[in-house]
């Protein structure tokens, strides 16, 4: 027995990026993450998700290392022409 798709409907492929929690990756780009959840994370030790989906405990200072190519392409496509990111 097989399945017929209605006219026009198609198969989705959902390609979101999931959570990862490598333990390198962070210590090869600075992700974007809410201010907040940033601070928190830094003071409390605990884990926050980045636009891209990395989960990772922040402890290292961000403006040492390259933008995640990731985050910065979903932060554009958030808010086009605005400069004010929150980053790790």
Request: charged share 30%; proline share 10%; glycine share 6%.
């Amino acid at each position: 027995m097989s399945t017929q798709l209605s006219p026009g409907a198609e198969t989705v492929v959902d390609e979101r990026t999931q959570p990862s929690l490598d333990n390198g990756d962070h210590e090869r780009f600075s992700h974007y993450v809410p201010r907040d959840k940033l601070t928190e994370a830094m003071v409390m030790g605990t884990p926050v998700v980045a636009l891209c989906g990395k989960v990772w405990v922040p402890s290292r200072d961000p403006q040492k290392f390259p933008v995640c190519p990731e985050c910065k392409e979903i932060w554009d496509s958030l808010n086009p022409g605005d400069d004010d990111k929150d980053d790790e």
